[in-house]
């Protein structure tokens, strides 16, 4: 019972600081992700008008 008193506490610790860098790094994926769309969007939209503007 003595063992499970010494370990338990770096244990709990240790899943917290997992979960908690997990999060980070979901949330920083997610963000690298929606900039990722949200270029190529733009140079979609940029060649779309180039095109449109080139032709005239």
């Known amino acids: 019972m003595d063992y499970i008193a010494v370990l338990l506490p770096p244990i709990v610790v ?11 790094f979901n949330a920083d994926k ?14 979609t939209r940029a060649k779309g008008q180039d095109s449109g503007t080139s032709g005239s």
């Open 14 to 24: 240790g899943l917290l600081f997992w979960f908690a860098m997990k999060s980070i």
């Open 30 to 43: 997610s963000e690298r992700q929606a900039e990722a769309r949200a270029h190529a969007e733009a140079e």
